[in-house]
């Protein structure tokens, strides 16, 4: 396990705390056992920050992302071995409204744990923060390459684009015999960055033929010019890293224009947003997630059926990646037994073989989540398991 200089300070602080509180006669100060289940058991409080993209013409994630945390705190109250106490904050999918959501819930609301931020983007500037403050942080929508990476204080459990894309690209390749590709990404964001550089990898080592790379800006609205060019190269998938706005407009004007090869996409289009703003244009749409709705298991369907009757709607991976990541830190909580930040820490790393409604997830020893996606495809309207 990486080592890090904060984690020496912050040990020799409460050393140094215990000494001075044992010379003056008092005891020194324990974390807060206070909790507002009725007072039914001694369940240690626990103040979480959550940061979500929760306005904007992303709020689709981060709404999906807030009802599984809500959902997941009020089961997990009830159950009285920890008490959860969650304080959100709107990032508005910006990197500077994310990280100041992240100094105030480190500092004026002194959180022990902060869930999100929704976006890689905001992730690279929020982790580095709560990492030098020794606040551990989980992400569960952010899946560019390297966030874990960025300090012993940071995990995730939303799958990486390194492990998602390879097994949606290799299905795709083997169900219609694909040769030659065409990519396309968002060239100003780093999730759709890191998605198009795991799909040019993933290309070359299958010993696919690109045909032309094209970018595009979070926002457009027109994708004619590149579609055109992706067109007039032939190709027999096209490989596309985007959110799910952007997507489901490329999607909707690549149909229009005649375009009926398959697409792969990153992680930005695990939401039914697609099929919402694209409808039949979405059909044909493959990807990997570690979520499936359909899936005969009665931990999965449980969730479905609670989360319906709710919010009205059926969950999508980034509800349910926020409710077993809730779930993860519970435990966690309750084996560090404290609020203390670097206890908490501690136990989240050692997190093996958690069984949720994912499957059964551990984390490595950099933090990123292990375990197996699922490949789907949309289908008739909705997402199925792709044969």
Do not use: H
């Not at 890191?194 to 690109?210: N, R, W």
């Not at 060019?229 to 952007?246: F, H, R, V």
């Not at 703003?277 to 449980?302: H, Y």
Request: with cysteine; proline share 3%.
């Amino acid at each position: 396990m990486r080592k890090s200089i904060k984690r020496f300070l912050s040990v020799f602080a409460v050393l140094a705390l215990i000494l001075v509180s044992a010379c003056s006669g008092k005891e020194a100060s324990k974390p807060s056992t206070e909790s507002n289940d009725g007072g039914k058991s001694g369940a240690v409080t626990v103040k979480v920050g959550v940061i979500s993209w929760l306005t904007g013409a992303g709020a689709g994630y981060g709404e999906a992302i807030t009802n599984g945390l809500k959902l997941a705190n009020k089961e997990i109250n009830a159950e009285g071995k920890v008490n959860i106490e969650l304080l959100t904050e709107d990032s508005a999918g910006k990197q500077e409204q994310a990280l100041s959501a992240a100094q105030k819930l480190m500092n004026s609301e002194n959180v022990s744990v902060i869930i999100g931020p929704t976006l890689s983007t905001e992730m690279k500037v929020v982790g580095p923060e709560a990492d030098l403050n020794g606040v551990p942080i989980i992400g569960t929508s952010t899946t560019a390459d390297g966030i874990p990476q960025i300090g012993d204080y940071v995990f995730r459990n939303s799958i990486p684009e390194t492990l998602a894309i390879p097994a949606s690209v290799q299905k795709a390749v083997e169900a219609f015999g694909v040769k030659k590709v065409a990519i396309l990404y968002g060239n100003d964001d780093v999730f759709t960055k890191s998605g198009y550089d795991t799909m040019k990898k993933v290309a070359e080592d299958m010993g696919l033929e690109v045909l032309t790379t094209e970018t595009f800006q979070k926002g457009q609205a027109d994708y004619n010019a590149q579609l055109t060019k992706i067109k007039g190269t032939n190709p027999d998938l096209i490989l596309c890293s985007a959110l799910y706005n952007e997507g489901a407009v490329i999607m909707n004007q690549a149909r229009k224009m005649g375009i009926t090869v398959p697409f792969v996409g990153g992680n930005g289009f695990n939401s039914p947003e697609v099929i919402k703003i694209a409808g039949d244009s979405a059909n044909g749409l493959i990807v990997a997630t570690p979520w499936f709705g359909g899936k005969q298991d009665e931990k999965v369907q449980g969730f479905v059926e609670k989360y319906k009757a709710e919010y009205g709607k059926e969950p999508d991976q980034f509800a349910a990646q926020a409710y077993d990541a809730l779930y993860i830190l519970a435990a966690a909580i309750e084996r560090a037994g404290s609020d203390d930040r670097n206890a908490i820490r501690d136990a989240l790393a050692e997190t093996k073989g958690f069984e949720g409604i994912l499957g059964e997830m551990s984390f490595d020893e950099e933090g990123d989540i292990v375990m197996e996606p699922t490949v789907l495809t949309i289908k008739d309207g909705s997402f199925q398991i792709f044969e």
